[in-house]
């Protein structure tokens, strides 16, 4: 999973006009409301990992997490868009279709490619935008994959072809 996450953090963060701080969500923001929480420069994105169903055992250690889903936490503040519309921000929605075009698609090592499921507003926050975005992918962990100490078995099948043509039959003759 540490794979999955790193990979995710860094296809985020390559992007230099789209966050300016990239994370792993850690309820970042009701601890900054309560002021127990490190400040953090916005826009930001935080990254959950959440295990939708049990993983699947594909045998030699080796798991299938399918139905895993990848959430986005956006936070973006704008007190004043400067334009008269205070309080309305409109550039979060930019913000987060940007997210979109950026991790639609986007398909890390030993996953499927992501695909967005949901996307939400949490209006329980004060002074900041929070949207969630749900992407859907499958997710290989081999991680724990047992060697086989040298052992290796050769499933190259023997084939042999033959040949055997057909004389036409001719009446007649």
Request: with cysteine.
């Amino acid at each position: 999973m540490r794979q999955l996450l790193e990979y995710t953090l860094e296809h985020l963060g390559c992007e230099p006009d789209l966050f300016a701080f990239v994370d792993v969500w850690n309820n970042q923001l009701e601890l900054a409301e309560q002021q127990q929480q490190y400040s953090f420069p916005l826009p930001a994105a935080f990254i959950e990992i959440l295990n939708v169903q049990e993983p699947k055992q594909l045998g030699d250690g080796v798991q299938l997490y399918d139905q895993l889903i990848v959430r986005l936490h956006i936070v973006h503040e704008q007190l004043d868009a400067g334009d008269g519309t205070m309080e309305r921000n409109l550039d979060v929605f930019d913000l987060t279709q940007k997210t979109f075009k950026r991790m639609q698609g986007f398909e890390p090592d030993k996953a499927s490619a992501f695909f967005r499921v949901n996307e939400e507003r949490d209006y329980y926050h004060t002074n900041v935008y929070h949207f969630i975005q749900d992407y859907k992918t499958t997710y290989l962990d081999d991680s724990a994959q047992r060697s086989t100490d040298g052992f290796s078995i050769n499933l190259t099948p023997k084939i042999t072809a033959q040949y055997n043509p057909i004389k036409p039959f001719l009446k007649g003759t």
